[in-house]
């Protein structure tokens, strides 16, 4: 029983291991900055670009945003 136990655990911490190690090491990329971004990668890669993005016009409040 015990060794089933051990190699439970062991399992489970280097399943953990392994999925904390996934992301990116950046902040967050708002979905303005994403169309530009792929806009440029578009047009530096000689393919068809997308539109251009409208610029948001202000940041509204969330009704969660107290809670952050």
Avoid: I
């Avoid at 089933?4 to 392994?18: E, I, K, N, P, S």
């Avoid at 303005?32 to 806009?39: D, G, I, L, S």
């Avoid at 047009?43 to 610029?55: D, F, R, S, V, W």
């Amino acid at each position: 029983m015990t060794a089933g136990r051990l190699l439970t655990t062991l399992v489970l911490l280097t399943a953990m291991g392994a999925v904390s190690a996934c992301g990116r090491k950046a902040g967050l990329d708002t979905p303005y900055e994403a169309k530009v971004q792929a806009r440029k990668d578009a047009l530096n890669a000689g393919e068809p670009a997308p539109p251009e993005p409208e610029k948001p016009d202000t940041d509204k409040p969330f009704l969660l945003d107290p809670l952050l």
